[in-house]
Structure formats: structure tokens, C-alpha cells
């Protein structure tokens, strides 16, 4: 009976050797190009210091946080699937989700995640800062990175809303509330009541950082399609541009922090 | 005898008890790193939290509140962090036994060695995907997501709270105006976080853990991340209640506790009690006091402290970096200050100029 063998099918066939090009052998020149010659794997160097390899060191919180971010894409998209960011079937969209979606843990699975993903990014936080491994360098990295983590905190706000349930447009309503005080930008906010033309206020309640955010004075179906976009788009795009630069400059950094 | 101790301990809890406490520990963890990372003193913390949190879940109150879906999360991140900080601090403490001892610091030991990225990195990464892959699974199958009633605008909660990891924010609303707890103290926060590798520069201590060398750093990164971050949060989750009461943690949440409201602005102490007199109608000579004085809290200590204790620290520093350091360090200080204000004296303004929305 033939039997089937994996090295066989990567190491003689047309096919296994289009994909891989590599060999499958664990010498140093094959483990060199598993990394070079992959599109993931090769945003790692091919070797990093030992002190670096280790979880102890690292608590693997960053990349982590890349892999929590790629879940969160996958079942981000899946969601979107069944949900429609409107007054009348965004809720509605949801129970749906629950009730006829089999096995349906999808949104669980990307609530849950945006909770982790929080957790990690603090925690990685934390971990850069215990190492000291903010330092020059790599300080124009720590900064790329404290705007990633005020970005994951504005996604995960974001996607609150979306339920559009009492929990979320109450939420959402008392940390919108903030935007009213902004100094100068917001309606109820010190200085605002100075930036007037002649008589006219140039920031009133229809015209502040608050209206600009919502689409309209109070929570509802303009601040739901801008919180939609917000979520799924316009955020998302920056935080990858952004994490392009934060592992491009960990290599050019010098990689993972060691003692000089 | 448990419903002793829960009262015990609800009779005891306010948020100054709770933030002063929280304080204490902290100061003694700083002072004393090694005898709180030990492994008998450091179990025993856990053990004590342990138990406090069982006896906890015997309550009602207590579980539903930790248990609520979102609150979970939080609950997680306390033993997370938590774990962490034991893990680093002890890792710290070793290194600076081995500095003191003239080793180098085990990073440095293993710092010269390379190894293949495949398989020993990505191997680490596998693993620790594969392990969050199957606990998300596992955490999404058990607790469903909350779903309440649909949206309704004219039916607000009480309380509305914003999403947890915001809480820190609300909580501060407490003591500050929205435009200082939700606009410039976030925006600070941001910043100052942008400042660190700028004020903190020296790169001969980067790339290891270590307590000694790197102490004035991580003291005030801990307190900004435990106190005045993590602590609040929990306090804004699980200890406030109807329009924003607090609340023991086994007390329930009664929506009609009267609380009154006998918070003073500085003016009135001044004006009023001290001088005998009515409050000036002018805003700026009525604020006057308060306006002073908030300038002495930022001016005086960076005058006084660049003359005496950090004369070396500006020398090296320049006058412009550490004015900007010393500006975000009392911007921190600020808020426990302005909170043990309000606990010891009811003061609900220093400056109040309701004319201008400018209130701190």
C-alpha cells in the first residue's frame, strides 16, 4: 500500500517545492531560510539574542497582542457578515447572531478578545517599561507604541457602541459626555465661550468636538454609522500602518532590548 | 462570623481607607522590593487575596458584581498584573543582587549568545497563540456576551458607567470637572507616557530588569499604573454604585442612600469662614486665593527642588526638560492631593469660575 509522506510531498514534487523554498532539514542554512524565505515569519530577524528568545524576558505580551489583533480581524469580519449598523437592525442583527447562528460565538469570541487584546497591550506596556527597554534607541518606538495603545482603547470604545443596547449607548453617551468640556472645542468646555465672531459663538452644542464625533447632539443613528466606520475602517487602517512602523523599527532599533 | 467580617470590612471601606491602604502597601512594596517578592511573604498576599475573594463570592452583592460579564475581564487582569509585577520585581531584585555582588546582570549573561529565530522564537510565539487560542475559546463558550434591553434614550441606568478600562477617568470625575478628568488629565497621560524615554534617557540601564538602578522610574510608573490607573478603575467598577455612591463591597446598592452634599470651594473658606466677609462679585478677585495657590503648587517645588535635591539632576537634565518633568510629576501628585482635599476638608474647587466653565 502506498503510503503518504509529507517530507516526500515538500521535497520532490513540483508542488510542495513551489510553496516552500526550503529545505527540510534542521542544519542552520535551512532554519535561516525558513525565516528569510516566509512573508510572516520574516518579520523576525533569522537569529536574536538568547536573552531576547525568552518568555521570562519578553512575556511574549507584544506579539501576543498581534496575534489577539488577528483574531479580532477574523471574527471582526465574520461579524460583519450578519450586522448592519443601523437603528432598526443593529440590535436586532445581534440577537440573531445569538439565536439562529449555530454554534454562534463569534461575538463572544471578539468581545472576549477586545478584552484581552486591553490586557495585553497594558501588559506589554508594562513589560518595555520594567526592562527598560524604552530607552534610546528605541524611544521614538515606545512613542509609536503608546498611540497603538490609545488606539486599541479607541477601537474597543468604538465597538461598544455597536450592540446598540442599553449598556452601550449608555456608555458610550457618558464617555462622549467628556468631549463637551474640551477646552476651547467643546461647547461646555473653559475658553470656548472666547472663539466668537462678533456675536456669534463660533462653538455652541451644535458645532463642538461632542457634535463632531456623534453626527448629532445625543447618541443615536449618525453616531452609530460614524462609530461603525470608525471601528471597522478608519481606526483599523491607522493601527496597521502604525504596527508596520512599531516592528519595522524594532529591527531597525537594533531588536529586542539587551544590556549594552 | 462571616457576616461579621463582611460588615466589618463594608463599615471600614471608603475610598479614603481604601486608597490610603493601597498606598501604604505600595510605599512598603517600593521600600522594601525583596521581602515582598519572597516566595513566603508573596504567597501569603495571594492566599490572603484568595480567601477575601472566596468569602466574597458566599455574597450575593459581591458575585453579582464581579461576575457581571463585562467586570470579568478586570477581574482577570487584577491576578494578571498582579503575577507580573511579583515576576518582575523579584527578577529585579535578583539582577541587582547580582550587580551589587559585581556580576552582570543574567540578560548580559545570555546577551552575547544568539539563537535561530526558527524554531526558538517562533516556537514561543506558537505556543503562547495556541494557549490564548484555547483559553478565548474556552471563555466565549462558558460566558456569553451581555446583550440588555435595546437602546433607549430616554431610560438612563443608574448608574451609567462608561466601558471598564475608562472607569479610572470617571472615578477622577469625582474630584475633578469633566474638562480636567476627561480632556486634560487623559491628554497628560498621553503625553507623559511619550515623555518617558525622553526624561528617562540614560540607555547604560536598558535591556534588564532591575530595581536599584532604574528605582526613581519604576516607583513612579507603579504608583501611576497600581493607584492612580488600575485602583481607580476598580474602584469605578465594583465600588460605585447609584448616581455614583459608594459602596462596601458586600453592601447592596441602594438607590435611595443619601449621601449630602457639604462641598465648599476654597473661596467660601476664605471669604466666608477665615475673612468674616460676603464673596467679591468680581470672578478674578473672588479666585484669587485659589489662583495663587495653584501657581505656588507648580512654581515652588520646581524652584526649590532644582536649587537643593536635583541641583545635579538639572545640571544634567537642562532647565526645559525637567521644568516638563516636574510639570507632569505634579500634575500626577495633583490628583491624590486634590483627593485628600476633598475626604479631609469637603473643598470642592480651588479655582471656581463657573462664568468660564473653568473649575479645578
Known sequence: MPSFSFKDFRLKTQVGKSIFRHGYSDDERDRALTVLTNVFFHLHPVKVRKSGARFGFTWCAGGLSFFVFLTLVVSGILLMFYYRPTVEYAYNDIIAMREHVPFGIMRELHRWGAHAMIITVWLHMFRVFMTGSYKPPREFNWVIGVILLVLTMLLSFTGYLLPWDQLAIWAITVGSNMARATPFLGHEGPGAALLKLGDIQLIHSGSDVRFALLGGNFVGAAALLRFYILHCVAIPVVVVILMAVHFWRIRKDGGISAPL | ?360
Not at chain 2, 551589587?100 to 549568545?113: S, V
Open chain 2, 1 to 360: 462570623m462571616i457576616e461579621t467580617f463582611k460588615e466589618a470590612v463594608n463599615a471600614f471601606s471608603s475610598p479614603m481607607t481604601i486608597f490610603t491602604g493601597a498606598v501604604i502597601f505600595f510605599a512598603l512594596l517600593a521600600a522594601f522590593p525583596k521581602f515582598f517578592t519572597s516566595t513566603p511573604v508573596a504567597s501569603s498576599i495571594l492566599l490572603i487575596i484568595l480567601v477575601f475573594f472566596g468569602i466574597g463570592l458566599t455574597d450575593d452583592h459581591f458575585r453579582a458584581i464581579v461576575s457581571t460579564p463585562d467586570n470579568v475581564p478586570i477581574v482577570g487582569m487584577l491576578f494578571i498584573f498582579g503575577y507580573f509585577t511579583w515576576f518582575a520585581l523579584r527578577k529585579a531584585v535578583e539582577n541587582d543582587e547580582r550587580l551589587a555582588a559585581g556580576k552582570p546582570a543574567r540578560e548580559k549573561e545570555e546577551a552575547e549568545e544568539k539563537v535561530m529565530v526558527f524554531p526558538y522564537l517562533i516556537y514561543i510565539e506558537f505556543v503562547a497563540a495556541l494557549f490564548y487560542s484555547i483559553m478565548l475559546v474556552l471563555w466565549s463558550i462558558f460566558l456569553k456576551a451581555p446583550l440588555e434591553d435595546p437602546a433607549n434614550p430616554s431610560v438612563s441606568p443608574n448608574p451609567s458607567k462608561a466601558p471598564w478600562y475608562f472607569l479610572g477617568l470617571q472615578e477622577m470625575l469625582v474630584y475633578f470637572d469633566p474638562w480636567i478628568a476627561g480632556v486634560l488629565l487623559p491628554t497628560l497621560i498621553i503625553l507623559g507616557l511619550c515623555a518617558i524615554p525622553y526624561i528617562d534617557n540614560d540607555p547604560k540601564s536598558s535591556g534588564f530588569y532591575s530595581y536599584q538602578r532604574r528605582r526613581h522610574g519604576i516607583v513612579i510608573f507603579l504608583f501611576g499604573f497600581w493607584i492612580l490607573w488600575v485602583l481607580l478603575i476598580m474602584m469605578g467598577t465594583f465600588l460605585r454604585g447609584p448616581n455614583w455612591n459608594f459602596f462596601g463591597p458586600f453592601e447592596e446598592w441602594d438607590v435611595h442612600k443619601l449621601v449630602p452634599l457639604v462641598n465648599v470651594n476654597l473661596s467660601e473658606f476664605v471669604f466666608i469662614k477665615w475673612l468674616g466677609a460676603g464673596l467679591p462679585k468680581e470672578w478674578y478677585l473672588r479666585e484669587l486665593p485659589g489662583i495663587v495657590l495653584v501657581l505656588i503648587y507648580f512654581a515652588l517645588p520646581i524652584f526649590v527642588l532644582a536649587g537643593t535635591v536635583f541641583k545635579k539632576f538639572v545640571g544634567t537634565f537642562g532647565a526645559v526638560r525637567f521644568s516638563i518633568y516636574m510639570i507632569l510629576l505634579l500634575t500626577m501628585v495633583a490628583l491624590p492631593v486634590k483627593m485628600y482635599l476633598r475626604w479631609a476638608f469637603n473643598l470642592k474647587y480651588l479655582v471656581a469660575i463657573p462664568e468660564y466653565f473653568f473649575n479645578i
